[in-house]
Structure formats: C-alpha cells, structure tokens
C-alpha cells in the first residue's frame, strides 16, 4: 500500500504533541508527522519567533526536512497552523498532495490579535480560557501558565504581522476546509475557493474553536476518506 506522510502543524501557542492522539486513528499507510515549531516541546531550546517571515521561513525548512524528492505528503493545520500550512505550500516547489485546512479563516479577513496582545496576563489567560483554548482549571496557575504564555504571545504577534498577498497563480493543490460557525468570518469560510486552483471541501464542526480537543475521531475519519484517493 501506498504510503503518504501527514505533516501537522499546531495552533498558536501548542507543542506538536497536540497531534499524537490521532496515531491509533489513522490508517496504517498514512505516516503522522508533527512539526514542532521553534520555541517548545523538543525544540524548546530554541528561540520564539515573533515575525511571520521568520516562523514561515522555519516551517517550510522543517517540512523539506522530512519529505524526500519521491514522497507523497499531506499538510494538516489547525488555526495558526492552517496558516502556516497554506503559505508553506505556496513557497514549497513540490506541493502537497492534499491540505487540511482547520479552524482558520480564509487569510484575506484578517482577525486582529492586537487588542488581545495588550491584555496583561491574567486579562489574557482569561481570554484564552473563554475561547477554550486554556482549560479553566489551570487558569490560576499562574506558575505552570508562564511557561505557556510567552509562547502564546510570540504566535499571536506573529499572526498580527501577517499581511496576506494576493497569489499571482492559485494554489495547485486539493484542500479540506474544517471550520466551525462559532468562529468569527465563518460567513466567509468558502472564500478559500478563491485562493486555490480546485474548489475546497468543507466540513462544519459544532462548538468553539477549538473542537480539535472533542473531534479526534471525526477528524482522522476525513483524513483516512482523503487520503484513499491517493493511494
């Protein structure tokens, strides 16, 4: 059987570890590969990046690193990582077969994170909490959350400096859409048509953003019915 390699990207402020469930959910072709971004997790030795550029430029290098000229691969996103994912394929000469694009708007609407980067800590925990991005049982602890909260910030500052380009050629590559209607611009969720060569499948989840942490199961289904396409 065919291999294809999936490379996942995390959402803002989350180790690669995030994708280590979906292992036992995947069919035995599909080989599960984090990138972990530079700042945390195995990588934590390493500087945060603050600039777009730079987290791009550090993306596209890690996932070079784990693909071969003759392997097939997929890209799965979630938030900021759906962004990385979208503008890594863009600079990758060779494109992935396929692209999961999760929680994330299509990049022309921006969402500002400035209001949010202001916040002092505890104003920002808060706010990361009632997004369900934190869970409310560690918000008070303050002593496990530093280590968590620079790095939340680095990502978000990132994001904040994204200025999305509009291509000169579309993206010549398949793409899934997951999003959920409680995120804001999900009214625009189809735009992403507008920014690939092939219109975009789309998958409605239920809840807040973050319904990675309640969907694995559904999640690795949509990968494992892709992916038999390709093999």
Known sequence: MKKIKLLCLPYAGASATIYYKFQPLLEENINLIPIELSGRGIRIDEPLLFSFEEAIEDV??????????????????????????????????????????????????????????????????????????????????????????????????????????????????????????????SDKIHKWNNIFEYPCEYEEFTGNHFFIKREYNRIANIINRVSVRYI
């Open 60 to 185: 596209v290098y890690q996932i070079q690193a784990n693909i071969k000229p003759e392997d097939e691969y997929m890209i799965l996103g979630y938030s900021f990582g759906s962004l990385l994912g979208y503008e890594a394929s863009k600079r990758l000469k060779k494109k992935p077969l396929h692209l999961f694009l999760a929680a994330f708007q299509p990049p022309m609407y921006k969402v500002s994170s400035a209001d949010t980067l202001k916040l002092e800590d505890k104003e920002f925990v808060q706010k990361l909490v009632d997004s369900g991005g934190i869970e409310a049982s560690i918000a008070d602890n303050m002593d496990l959350l530093k280590y968590f909260i620079p790095i939340i910030r680095a990502d978000f500052t990132s994001i904040e400096d994204y200025e999305f380009r509009e291509p000169c050629k579309k993206l010549d590559c398949n793409a899934t859409v997951l999003y959920t209607l409680e995120d804001e611009h």
